[in-house]
């Protein structure tokens, strides 16, 4: 059975979604979460993308299209916002990883 | 079919391979330059999606302000803190219970994407069929700003919100100040020439970007987010200083853009629905909302990146 | 396939190949300055040999002068990257002998 395109990338967002929530559990360091955080929200947005894309003959579906691209704003302000957290915690820890995960360095 | 079908698992691979070098590589800076080519790759799979719009906004917002935001907020940390981005390690049991969430979620969704049936056409007919009543050509600006306009309005509040937010971090004695670092850079280094050169090519494309956006692939916040690249490349080079926090002008040009589209809205309230464009205004309207909404866009976003205040360095 | 597509298959086909000389040059060659002349050199020629082939499907001189602009603003901003990131690297590299050879 051959793959349609719309499959095929729902898929991949969908490994996109548990790559991220794996860095988002394992990597202590805050500036790491921030990034799988933003992974995650991109294999969200693929995924919801690929699910407008099922009936390419009727073309691609225009209001996940636009919900995405509100959302990729969206995430980018929240990135600015836990940017800004991280380097204000980092300032007054010393470190930008949470005390309490703060064991031996590798 | 079958090359198409090559190129997209070739994509594919390439996206779960940035997107694992990016999550688990052992150094922070590779793994934002990871980050960022994951972000192209995600562009060309939204091509691939015929979501030429989305492809715009990724490049642009998911590649590239994101990956400045990291690469400064590294940066940042290696100087002020001596944090080069070392993790600490985390015992191998919660990291295999990690791995076994992560797998569940991922089959999760992929038996859902199999058990959905096969060429249903979503809302394109419902978009189609009211297009003309849209006042624009582009499916994706008329759902963006006619028939879903509130998520629009609500959306450009958020981004307001989150600076905001990111000011109230500000230090008590350097509240009002410039946001963001000092900049040095050679005055008649390349990048002060490149910061000439671009700004001028840069404003008529993201003008060009929000004008074509009615009929093709474009709108307000591809163009805002050019203009706020521009607007970065220019504080980067040392040409131009960002305004103080404490500017009325610059406050002024935050809440243009969501007053513009909030009171487009009300005067649509008063003669019947709130955010309901008439269909012979509609293009006009549209077009008024996404100009102010682009230039409010363009600051919120340029602040957003460059942060709160500091003492010079 | 006609003379036009011919062409684009040329020259595209050309281009990919100074794109994998430059990504060999990135992965083989040392040092950081090494690499930046692998890639500048060998990329810049790569995006405009696709750009002229891809020109030819173009349907009209709108299109091919907007592949035009993108070449050209990909150029400067790749050479202004490279001459800034050869500029840090250099800083990195405290000990450089009188010919300017790393160490």
Same mark, same amino acid.
């Given at each position: 059975?051959?793959?349609?395109?719309?499959?095929?990338?729902?898929?991949?967002?969908?490994?996109?979604?548990?790559?991220?929530?794996?860095?988002?559990?394992?990597?202590?360091?805050?500036?790491?979460?921030?990034?799988?955080?933003?992974?995650?929200?991109?294999?969200?947005?693929?995924?919801?993308?690929?699910?407008?894309?099922?009936?390419?003959?009727?073309?691609?579906?225009?209001?996940?299209?636009?919900?995405?691209?509100?959302?990729?704003?969206?995430?980018?302000?929240?990135?600015?916002?836990?940017?800004?957290?991280?380097?204000?915690?980092?300032?007054?820890?010393?470190?930008?990883?949470?005390?309490?995960?703060?064991?031996?360095?590798? | 079919?079958?090359?198409?079908?090559?190129?997209?698992?070739?994509?594919?691979?390439?996206?779960?391979?940035?997107?694992?070098?990016?999550?688990?590589?052992?150094?922070?800076?590779?793994?934002?330059?990871?980050?960022?080519?994951?972000?192209?790759?995600?562009?060309?799979?939204?091509?691939?999606?015929?979501?030429?719009?989305?492809?715009?906004?990724?490049?642009?917002?998911?590649?590239?302000?994101?990956?400045?935001?990291?690469?400064?907020?590294?940066?940042?940390?290696?100087?002020?803190?001596?944090?080069?981005?070392?993790?600490?390690?985390?015992?191998?049991? %919660?990291?295999?219970?990690?791995?076994?969430?992560?797998?569940?979620?991922?089959?999760?969704?992929?038996?859902?994407?199999?058990?959905? #049936?096969?060429?249903?056409?979503?809302?394109?007919?419902?978009?189609?069929?009211?297009?003309?009543?849209?006042?624009?050509?582009? #499916?994706?600006?008329?759902?963006?700003?006619?028939?879903?306009?509130?998520?629009?309005?609500?959306?450009?509040?958020?981004?307001?919100?989150?600076?905001?937010?990111?000011?109230?971090?500000?230090?008590?004695?350097?509240?009002?100040?410039? %946001?963001?670092?000092?900049?040095?850079?050679?005055?008649?280094?390349?990048?002060?020439?490149?910061?000439?050169?671009?700004? #001028?090519?840069?404003?008529?494309?993201?003008?060009?970007?929000?004008?074509?956006?009615?009929?093709?692939?474009?709108?307000?916040?591809?163009?805002?987010?050019?203009?706020?690249?521009?607007?970065?490349?220019?504080?980067?080079?040392?040409?131009?200083?960002? #305004?103080?926090?404490?500017?009325?002008?610059?406050?002024?040009?935050?809440?243009?853009? %969501?007053?513009? /589209?909030?009171?487009?809205?009300?005067?649509?309230?008063? /003669?019947?629905? /709130? *955010?309901?464009?008439?269909?012979?205004?509609?293009?006009?309207?549209?077009?008024?909302?996404?100009?102010?909404?682009? /230039?409010?866009?363009?600051?919120?976003?340029? *602040?957003?990146?460059?942060?709160?205040?500091?003492?010079?360095? | 396939?006609?003379?036009?597509?011919?062409?684009?298959?040329?020259?595209?086909?050309?281009?990919?190949?100074?794109?994998?000389?430059?990504?060999?040059?990135?992965?083989?060659?040392?040092?950081?300055?090494?690499?930046?002349?692998?890639?500048?050199?060998?990329?810049?020629?790569?995006?405009?040999?696709?750009?002229?082939?891809?020109?030819?499907?173009?349907?009209?001189?709108?299109?091919?002068?907007?592949?035009?602009?993108?070449?050209?603003?990909?150029?400067?901003?790749?050479?202004?990257?490279?001459?800034?990131?050869?500029?840090?690297?250099?800083?990195?590299?405290?000990?450089?002998?009188?010919?300017?050879?790393?160490?």
């Amino acid at each position: 059975m051959m793959l349609s395109t719309a499959t095929l990338y729902a898929l991949c967002g969908a490994a996109m979604i548990g790559i991220g929530v794996y860095g988002f559990i394992v990597r202590a360091h805050l500036l790491r979460r921030v990034l799988a955080f933003n992974v995650i929200g991109s294999g969200v947005f693929l995924f919801l993308g690929a699910l407008g894309y099922r009936a390419p003959q009727a073309g691609a579906d225009p209001v996940p299209h636009a919900l995405i691209i509100t959302g990729i704003v969206v995430a980018l302000s929240l990135t600015a916002l836990a940017v800004a957290l991280v380097l204000k915690h980092a300032e007054e820890a010393g470190r930008a990883v949470l005390p309490e995960e703060d064991r031996e360095e590798t | 079919m079958t090359a198409a079908f090559v190129f997209d698992a070739m994509l594919c691979l390439l996206l779960v391979g940035t997107a694992v070098s990016a999550v688990a590589g052992r150094d922070l800076f590779a793994s934002i330059a990871f980050f960022v080519t994951y972000g192209i790759l995600i562009g060309l799979a939204w091509l691939r999606l015929g979501a030429v719009d989305v492809a715009l906004a990724e490049a642009a917002i998911g590649a590239g302000l994101t990956g400045v935001l990291l690469i400064g907020a590294w940066s940042m940390l290696q100087r002020r803190c001596g944090d080069g981005g070392n993790d600490p390690a985390m015992p191998v049991l %919660p990291k295999l219970a990690a791995a076994a969430v992560s797998v569940t979620v991922t089959g999760m969704l992929a038996l859902a994407v199999l058990a959905l #049936p096969v060429g249903a056409p979503g809302l394109v007919p419902l978009v189609t069929e009211n297009l003309s009543e849209s006042g624009v050509g582009n #499916p994706v600006t008329a759902v963006l700003l006619n028939f879903r306009a509130y998520d629009t309005l609500m959306e450009s509040i958020v981004l307001l919100i989150a600076l905001v937010a990111v000011w109230a971090l500000t230090p008590k004695e350097l509240w009002g100040g410039v %946001p963001g670092l000092r900049q040095h850079a050679r005055p008649d280094g390349v990048l002060a020439t490149f910061g000439r050169l671009l700004p #001028p090519l840069g404003l008529v494309v993201a003008v060009y970007v929000v004008w074509a956006g009615s009929e093709m692939p474009g709108g307000a916040f591809q163009a805002g987010t050019i203009l706020a690249a521009v607007w970065l490349l220019v504080v980067m080079a040392g040409i131009a200083e960002e #305004p103080r926090m404490s500017s009325r002008l610059l406050r002024l040009a935050l809440v243009v853009g %969501p007053a513009v /589209f909030l009171g487009v809205g009300l005067v649509g309230a008063a /003669f019947g629905s /709130f *955010l309901g464009l008439p269909v012979d205004f509609a293009k006009a309207l549209i077009l008024a909302i996404e100009f102010a909404l682009t /230039f409010s866009i363009a600051v919120t976003l340029a *602040l957003l990146v460059a942060g709160t205040p500091r003492e010079g360095t | 396939m006609n003379l036009a597509e011919a062409f684009t298959i040329l020259f595209v086909v050309a281009g990919i190949f100074f794109f994998v000389a430059g990504t060999v040059g990135l992965l083989r060659f040392p040092d950081t300055h090494t690499r930046l002349h692998a890639l500048t050199k060998a990329d810049n020629l790569g995006l405009g040999l696709i750009a002229f082939g891809l020109a030819f499907r173009m349907p009209d001189v709108w299109g091919v002068a907007k592949l035009g602009l993108v070449w050209l603003l990909a150029v400067l901003a790749a050479a202004t990257v490279a001459q800034l990131v050869a500029r840090a690297a250099l800083d990195r590299l405290p000990d450089l002998d009188e010919k300017g050879g790393a160490r």
